[in-house]
C-alpha cells in the first residue's frame, strides 16, 4: 500500500510535479505535517531525473493562510514563562545571534521545520513556479518567494501577517523580498502587514504575470511544461550563478560565470542545442 502525502495533492505529467497545498479548513495552512509532506515531495522531485519542474499552488479558495496559529498557541504555552526581552531590539537581537543553539529553546523545533520550508524551495536545483491562486499570507508568501518564479490569479494577494501576531518575517523573506521589491516596499508590507493585490504585486515585480483565475493553472502548466522541455541543467546553473552574484561585484560574477560556462559547453544539451540549430528543427533536451 502506498502512503498518501497528507494534507497535499500530488500529480505529475509531462516531468512537471504539481503540488497542491490542500487544507480548506485553515485555509491551507502550513503546519508540520503539511509541511513534512512538501519537503518529502521536494526530496522525491531532486533526485528523480524524469521530474524537471515543480509548481506549487493551493486549494481554492486560498494559496496558503500562513503557519498553523494553532501549532503556535501549543508553543507559547511551553514558553509562559520565558524572560521577556530587554527594551533594546537591536542588542537583544545581537546577544541571542551569538548564544544561538545554546539555550535548547523548547517548542521551537517544530515551527523551525515549518519555517524553513522556503529555504528548501530555494535550494531546488531545478525550476519551482508558485501558481498563486489566493491569498498568500505570511510564510505562505515566504514559500512563494522561495520559488523560482510567481504566476498570480486576479484574486490574489500577499501579506507579511507576522507583525500582526507580534512576530518577524523568519521565514526568509527579509533576504527574499528587499532584493525583489526594494528596501521601502518590502518594510511597509513588514511594517504594516497588509496585503497587497496581484495588480499592485505585479507592478512592484513580486509576480511575472497575473491571469484570470480560471486560468492561472493552465497558464502556469504551460510555462513549466516549456521549462521541463528546456536545458533544464543550464537552468540550475543560472540559478546559482544569479543567487551567488547577489554577494559578489561584477568581476567575481564574470569569473563565475566563466566557470559556469565551461560546464554548460560540457553537456550533452548544449551539443544537442548546436546539432538542431544547424538542422533547422527543434532540440530534445534531457537536462543533463
Not at 217 to 228: K, P, Y
Amino acid at each position: 500500500m502506498v502512503d498518501r502525502p497528507t494534507l497535499l495533492e500530488v500529480r505529475e505529467s509531462g516531468g512537471v510535479l504539481t503540488l497542491t497545498l490542500d487544507d480548506p479548513s485553515t485555509r491551507n495552512a502550513m503546519g508540520a505535517e503539511m509541511a513534512a509532506s512538501v519537503t518529502s515531495e521536494l526530496e522525491r522531485f531532486e533526485a528523480d531525473p524524469g521530474l524537471r519542474v515543480v509548481v506549487i499552488t493551493g486549494r481554492d479558495p486560498a494559496f496558503c493562510s500562513g503557519a498553523n496559529v494553532r501549532t503556535m498557541g501549543q508553543a507559547n504555552l511551553r514558553r509562559e514563562d520565558a524572560p521577556a526581552p530587554g527594551p533594546d531590539p537591536w542588542s537583544e537581537l545581537d546577544r541571542a545571534a551569538r548564544g544561538a543553539g545554546e539555550t535548547g529553546d523548547d517548542g521551537v523545533e517544530e515551527m523551525d521545520a515549518v519555517r524553513m520550508l522556503p529555504l528548501t524551495l530555494q535550494r531546488l536545483r531545478k525550476p519551482s513556479i508558485a501558481a498563486v491562486n489566493g491569498p498568500a499570507v505570511g510564510l505562505g508568501m515566504g514559500v512563494t518567494l522561495g520559488c523560482d518564479i510567481r504566476l498570480a490569479s486576479e484574486e490574489a494577494t500577499f501579506s507579511e501577517g507576522f507583525v500582526r501576531m507580534g512576530l518577524i518575517p523568519a521565514d526568509g523573506s527579509c533576504w527574499q523580498l528587499p532584493r525583489m521589491i526594494g528596501m521601502g516596499n518590502a518594510l511597509l508590507m513588514q511594517y504594516t502587514g497588509d496585503a497587497v493585490t496581484a495588480d499592485e504585486a505585479f507592478r512592484m515585480g513580486l509576480v511575472s504575470r497575473v491571469t484570470l483565475h480560471e486560468d492561472l493553472l493552465g497558464v502556469s502548466m504551460e510555462l513549466a511544461r516549456r521549462l521541463a522541455g528546456g536545458a533544464t541543467y543550464s537552468m540550475s546553473l543560472i540559478k546559482r550563478l544569479a543567487h551567488l552574484s547577489l554577494g559578489t561585484d561584477l568581476d567575481e560574477s564574470m569569473r563565475l560565470a566563466g566557470s559556469a560556462q565551461a560546464l554548460a559547453r560540457a553537456t550533452s544539451d548544449h551539443r544537442e542545442g548546436v546539432e538542431a540549430f544547424l538542422e533547422k528543427r527543434a532540440p530534445r533536451f534531457r537536462g543533463r
